[in-house]
């Protein structure tokens, strides 16, 4: 089109149905990619959570002087323990606040005179072997939560 001496150039509509249909991909892709984000960091904070959770319960236990019954009775027992989004500890009774559920089972090395178990912890290691389970939610069924696994070794307190 030609407009007092000079010529104006558009765009056809072929040019401007590809340029949407890119920009249309890339807002789709940054949107989907966003998701994903989203998941893998509520995954970390949940598995951070597990792992502090893991931790101050195994800080907890060697915290316990050899006269307390936790570690006088054997086989080394742990009830399940339930807490809320705030890593506070509800006891062991389930409730509706509970989020974050801790069951800890034990290897033990053998006791002196007392036969080897098959299952002992590595000979010059450790007394215990404490595996942590820490499942989440609390409430939903096992099918649905998320289970996080920890391990360490304990010393029997002198």
Request: net charge neutral; no cysteine.
């Amino acid at each position: 089109m030609v407009s007092g001496g000079k010529k104006w150039r558009a765009f056809s509509l072929v040019e401007v149905v590809v340029a949407i249909g890119v920009v249309s991909f890339a807002v789709l892709a940054t949107v989907g990619l966003l998701s994903v984000a989203g998941d893998t960091s509520k995954r970390a904070k949940d598995e951070g959570s597990a792992a502090r959770l893991a931790d101050n319960e195994f800080e907890r236990l060697r915290s316990l002087s050899a006269s307390s019954a936790f570690w006088s009775t054997h086989p080394l027992s742990y009830a399940t323990r339930y807490f809320d989004s705030n890593l506070t500890d509800l006891g062991t009774a389930v409730t509706s606040a509970a989020v974050y559920q801790v069951q800890i089972s034990f290897i033990e090395a053998p006791l002196a005179g007392s036969p080897t178990p098959s299952n002992t912890p590595p000979v010059g290691t450790a007394d215990v072997v404490a595996n942590a389970e820490v499942r989440y939610p609390a409430q939903a069924v096992a099918a649905n939560q998320s289970v996080y696994r920890f391990t360490t070794l304990m010393n029997f307190p002198n």
